[in-house]
């Protein structure tokens, strides 16, 4: 049963998290319903798994609501969330695709290209404020003719005006080319009149791009190419309007100027466009209507730069007018209410409140009844039908407090995003301003974030603080999805106390065939033997480095002591000898730098990172393809180290429904889509799940651009080997030790001695002396 | 397949690395395990920037007679943000490197699949 739950979480479950939920009847939705449905069933098998006792404590899943709702954090509720997303059809390359929205509806028109013309068809794929869902193959079209080649909205109604295109041949150049017609269909797809736009030119350089019908049937549109030749250059980019009559009324230049169709509260289009300098830097934005009756344009709205930078720098802003004095206006964060010089007067709807992953807006439309209609697109570019109206009754809602480095923000917040857009009686908030000291004084105090990524506070040294978190993979066969390796980096003490999301691999090269392997004593031996070296190592070139880097991994494996016994070996040939050899190599002023110093002979061996795969290439390119990466020594020979991304915790101190809420908060992340959105963000690593580490090396290509720290960015080109990559990564995977340190004060008691040494305010003797007194008094304490 | 390592690439990775240059020896941060700096996460300022790579020209249909008809009104840009190493422990700048460029991605304006 548990390992049915947990499977579920792994593989089916997720691949619902990241597609939008719904009403459970609507007709794609019934994937999506039949997983909620499966894990409906799977919160009563959890319920019969806590019969297990504490091992359950995360393994616990939250219960999920029969329907889905918003949560109603905001002014504005969204009463219904659907993807509008085409049929998935193999093989397809390109193929037209065009949104808009109906009074009740949100629409896509999809041109899907088969192998020919006979195999194409359009689709029109809607959803409604009702959470129905429809994918309509269009009737009007009849094999190859009547195609539509482009969709509008209708304000005010669940019409559509469409584009039709035919191509008639002649030897007249001015009677042959395209011809170009709009058609209006009706809520069941029946053609109810046809404009034909026969001023249009026919070379395609002038076709009808953006369409939108005003509420007094004025047919308003932007032109740009639609032909038969592969032009890259600009087209003709015009707006007109054409009366319900089928009359051209008017028409403006707007080539080069990006444009977009909006709909006004009183039913009227208005025009936004967002001209540029040459340089293609957007440098204001324009709302204009124009008058039907005069055909002249009226200016309704300007942003320039006293003006808030989303309302007109941003590539992907959007506003329209609430009523006359008022701008709704879409930008990253949400929907706002503005004045009409942009500044908020009110925020109606923020994306991240309610799981939405924002990228683009596509169209608003203001509802007579106050509610808004829109369609957007996220970030993976797919479109969304969202119907908003204002909240009427706040509901309870248990927020629960993630603290994370802002620097790990955007690794998390897809997962928190989706948990949040899922579960909207809970609510996730990311906060990444907290203080070091007043979030351990108040984990200390019992108080403070359920969730915490250690990064802010550190992991082992405040075990007290975290709870165990048993059950969380207890009874599964998650060694098959995750890397065990990896997940073991969140366990003190053979306990799991953290989660550990992404991993990096640490190992040595060397500029020479021989060794293949060392121990500390070899490894001295073939430094003392090399007579060409300045420096032992890349980085930070301090005996101290010198030291905490080769000789030290951990109080059961280094060079210096003897933690069973006690004792220590500083007052040693052994140690007198790399005391040495650091003295010798390791000047306190300078930085040694990776890469050709060390090629020419002069420094001994580079510590490199693996933390993307693109940064073996980097690595390859660099070295070589046979660089001999022989590892840091160690008491039993070479070895290569793993490293996890600082583990999230949750605190102790952590009520029974928070636990639940971390429990389904952990298996969000760690599911596959919840990983794939994270490797977006350059600070997550090598992913822990082995489906997504899969992923991340196929996915590195001529563009991959590997960013390590002290090696400048550059981009493969043709220079990558994925084959190569993958045989590294999983030979160095399979040989890697977990990365240990001495405790904290042991490295302070040796840095701050060995910095004395080598500044020469203490002789060797006495270091060895006070170093002896000092560890052994703290090996005394300890044991 | 073994991809060649082409004599320019290796050439260009080692004039352009810039090294480990310089960060103080030790982190203040009491959560640095070892006491040093570890200036593995990225920090992205607010700003960026795009490069225009042109007009990506797809194909929109097939017309009744079977050829393409192509739209160019997509435009490809790659976005790139700027960053600069800082400590993951006690969020120091890494002030030697300075700031580089990270690809975040490359954007299609219009979504033709």
């Known amino acids: 049963m548990k390992r049915t739950i947990f499977l579920l979480f792994l593989f089916i479950f997720p ?73 998935q059809e193999e093989g397809e390359q390109g193929g037209g695709m065009q949104y808009a929205l109906g009074s009740t509806c949100g629409v896509l028109l999809k041109k899907h290209l088969g192998a020919s013309v006979k195999e194409a068809w359009d689709e029109l794929k809607m959803v409604t404020g009702q959470g129905e869902e429809d994918s309509v193959r269009l009737a009007f079209r009849q094999d190859d003719h009547n195609q539509a080649w482009g969709i509008g909205s209708m304000v005010g109604s669940d019409h559509f005006m469409m584009l039709g295109r035919e191509y008639v041949a002649s030897e007249n150049e001015k009677e042959g080319g395209a011809k170009y017609y709009f058609f209006e269909i009706d809520e069941a797809q029946q053609v109810v009149r046809t404009t034909p736009l026969d001023f249009l030119p026919g070379d395609g350089r002038e076709t009808p791009d953006r369409i939108m019908t005003d509420q007094s049937g004025n047919i308003h549109f932007t032109t740009g190419y639609l032909g038969g030749a592969p032009v890259s250059d600009q087209a003709e980019n015009y707006y007109e309007l054409v009366s319900p009559e089928g009359a051209l009324v008017a028409k403006f230049d707007y080539t080069g100027v990006t444009m977009r ?31 039907p009756a005069t055909g002249e344009m009226e200016l309704l709205a300007e942003f320039g730069e006293n003006a808030p930078k989303a309302l007109w720098e941003a590539d992907n802003c959007y506003y329209t007018l609430w009523d006359e004095n008022t701008l709704l206006y879409a930008d990253n964060a949400g929907l706002h209410f503005a004045d009409l010089s942009g500044n908020i007067t009110e925020d109606v709807y923020i994306w991240g409140n309610h799981g939405i992953l924002f990228s683009e807006m596509v169209e608003i439309q203001i509802r007579e009844d106050g509610g808004i209609n829109l369609i957007y697109l996220d970030y993976s570019k797919s479109g969304n039908f969202l119907c908003l109206e204002p909240t009427q009754e706040k509901k309870e809602i248990q927020r629960i407090v993630f603290a994370v480095p802002p620097a790990m923000r955007n690794v998390y917040y897809p997962s928190v995003a989706e948990f949040n857009k899922r579960y909207p009686a809970y609510h996730i908030e990311l906060k990444t301003d907290y203080d070091k000291t007043a979030l351990l004084t108040e984990l200390t105090a019992g108080r403070g974030p359920v969730l915490v990524d250690t990064m802010l506070t550190g992991f082992e040294s405040h075990k007290r603080l975290w709870m165990p978190l048993e059950g969380l993979f207890a009874g599964e066969s998650w060694e098959d999805i995750l890397i065990p390796r990896a997940m073991e980096l969140g366990e003190i003490d053979g306990t799991l106390y953290g989660v550990v999301s992404c991993f990096g691999l640490k190992t040595v090269v060397i500029p020479k065939e021989e060794p293949t392997d060392w121990d500390y004593k070899t ?8 007579s060409s070296i300045e420096a032992i190592c890349n980085g930070d070139n301090s005996v101290w480095f010198f030291m905490a880097s080769f000789l030290i991994h951990g109080l059961e494996d280094n060079y210096l002591l003897d933690n069973g016994s006690g004792t220590t070996y500083f007052d040693s040939t052994e140690f007198r000898r790399a ?31 693996v933390t993307r795969p693109e940064l073996i290439d980097l690595y390859r390119l660099c070295y070589g ?23 999230l915790v949750v605190r102790s101190t952590a009520t029974e429904e928070e636990k639940r809420v971390a ?121 | ?51 225009d790579k042109g007009t990506c020209v797809y194909i929109y249909g097939w017309d009744q007679n079977g050829n393409p008809i192509y739209k160019n009104d997509c435009r490809i840009s790659d976005r790139y943000q700027w960053c600069n190493y800082i400590c993951k422990y006690c969020n120091q700048v890494n002030d030697t490197q300075g700031a580089h460029p990270h690809y975040v991605k490359t954007v299609h304006s219009v979504n033709h699949n």
């Open chain 1, 625 to 647: 393809e046979n660089a001999n990466y022989i590892g840091f020594p160690s008491g039993d020979g070479s070895a290569h180290y793993i490293y996890g991304q600082d583990p």
């Open chain 1, 261 to 291: 169709l909006v709909s006004l509260y009183d039913g009227r289009v208005a025009l936004w466009s967002q001209p540029a300098d040459a340089e293609g830097r957007n440098i204001c934005s324009r709302l204009e209507c124009m008058d």
């Open chain 1, 15 to 87: 691949a619902a998290l990241f597609q939008g939920c719904g009403n459970k009847d609507a007709g794609n939705q019934e994937n999506i319903v039949g997983d909620q449905i499966s894990y409906g069933e799977n919160v009563e098998s959890s319920e019969e798994g806590t019969a297990f006792g504490e091992h359950m404590l995360f393994g616990e899943l939250l219960p999920e609501e029969e329907s889905w709702r918003d949560n109603t954090l905001d002014d504005y509720t969204a009463v219904m969330h659907l993807p509008l997303i085409p049929r």
């Open chain 1, 523 to 530: 490894f001295l031996d073939t430094i003392e033997a090399d």
């Open chain 1, 663 to 783: 429990g389904t908060f952990f298996r969000m992340l760690l599911s596959k889509d919840g990983q794939m959105e994270s490797t977006k963000d350059s600070n997550f690593w090598l992913s822990v799940r082995k489906d997504v580490l899969e992923e991340q090396i196929n996915q590195v290509n001529e563009n991959s651009m590997p960013g390590t720290y002290g090696f400048a960015f550059i981009t493969l080109g043709d220079d990558y080997d994925r084959e190569y990559d993958a045989r590294f990564l999983y030979d160095m995977l399979e040989k890697a030790r977990p990365l240990k340190y001495f405790p904290r004060e042991l490295n302070v008691i040796l840095m701050e001695e060995l910095e004395a040494y080598a500044a020469g305010t203490i002789t060797e003797d006495l270091l060895i002396q006070r170093l002896t007194g000092r560890v052994e008094l703290y090996l005394a304490e300890q044991n």
């Open chain 2, 1 to 51: 397949m073994m991809k060649r390592i082409g004599a320019l690439g290796f050439a260009v990775v080692l004039l352009i690395y810039s090294g480990f240059v310089s960060w103080a020896a030790v982190c203040g941060s009491s959560n640095s395990p070892d006491g040093a700096h570890d200036f593995s996460v990225c920090k992205r300022a607010d700003a960026g920037y795009s490069v």
């Open chain 1, 579 to 609: 005391l040495r050899l650091g003295r010798t190599y390791c000047a306190e002023t300078g930085y040694v730098e990776a890469g050709t110093p060390m090629l020419e002979g002069k420094v001994f061996c580079n510590i490199i990172n």
